[in-house]
């Protein structure tokens, strides 16, 4: 017997990147740490991510985890995170709220899962 999983390759869930319902973003700031909402758009192989201007992550070397999620329900509960690191920069071309402050996201290493895809894993 084998064990049970909800672990998907990320590509399983680019429709949630594509529209992401609720996006978050984590790190470090003054010793505690911070979870804030933000604005998510992927153009590409690029993911750029917006912050209030009040929200201190500014630095490349602080690094972030970033959430988006969807589901209310446990067999509907999918998500993906990312570890990585924000580069400061323009916002894409692409029409984006301009009362965020943009960030260009390196993403480091991916976790996704999807509880509806729930299965023993050889």
Known sequence: MGRV?????PSRLDDLVERPPRAALAFVHGGCAEAVPVALR?????I???IDPGVPPGS???PVVVLVDDGRYWFDL???TWRGHLIPGTAPATELPTELRWFEFLAESSVS??????REES
């Open 5 to 9: 999983t909800q672990r998907v390759d």
């Open 42 to 46: 992927r153009e590409g192989d690029r």
């Open 78 to 80: 999918r998500a993906i």
């Open 48 to 50: 750029w991510i917006g």
């Open 60 to 62: 490349d070397s602080v």
């Open 113 to 118: 899962w999807d509880f509806g895809a729930l």
